[in-house]
């Protein structure tokens, strides 16, 4: 439940503001910038008969900011974008080959990347990524123990 305070606040030329609508306002916009979207699906694909994308997103943080995610922003220069602020971490693609933009976001800091794959009707693949000696990678896992069969774009 969100608990709106209603404090009166007095400024200088005397008029009355409410803390209650600057508080809806942050809470609004912090909010907005948090949220992940429900899968993407390419159009005109079936799920049934699809490629299966999933990010390796750490959703462990209890906090705002404090999970380490990867959002999918683009496929194929399709924006994947379902409302302000909201990306998803997973998609529906056709099978063949694709090209995806997608961004590592913790803290306010991000790092991005494109990346191509070669997708199989049928296969969940893994957008996987690390941080090595202050640079970030980003590469596809055919499944979560599978081989490494995608990854930066030319």
């Known amino acids: 439940m969100l608990l709106a305070l209603k404090f009166e606040i007095r400024t200088a030329g005397g008029s009355m503001k409410y803390f209650r609508t600057l508080l809806t306002c942050l809470l609004v916009c912090l909010l907005a910038g948090c ?4 899968p993407f699906i390419q159009s005109g694909v079936a799920k049934d008969n699809s490629a299966h994308i999933i990010t390796d997103s750490d959703n462990s943080g209890h906090v705002a900011g404090w ?3 990867v959002y999918i922003f683009s496929i194929d220069g399709v924006p994947t974008h379902s409302g302000p ?12 080959l694709h090209r ?3 961004q ?5 800091t991000n790092a991005k990347s494109s990346l ?3 997708a199989k009707a049928n296969h969940t693949y893994v957008v996987r990524w690390q941080i090595d000696g202050g640079r970030m990678r980003f590469w596809f896992t055919d499944g979560w123990d599978g081989p490494t069969v995608g990854g930066v774009a030319d």
């Open 85 to 96: 602020g909201l990306r998803p971490e997973e998609a529906y693609v056709s099978a063949g």
């Open 116 to 118: 191509e794959l070669d």
């Open 104 to 108: 590592y976001w913790f803290m306010g």
């Open 100 to 102: 995806f933009d997608v």
């Open 35 to 38: 949220g992940v979207a429900a």
């Open 67 to 69: 999970s380490q995610r």
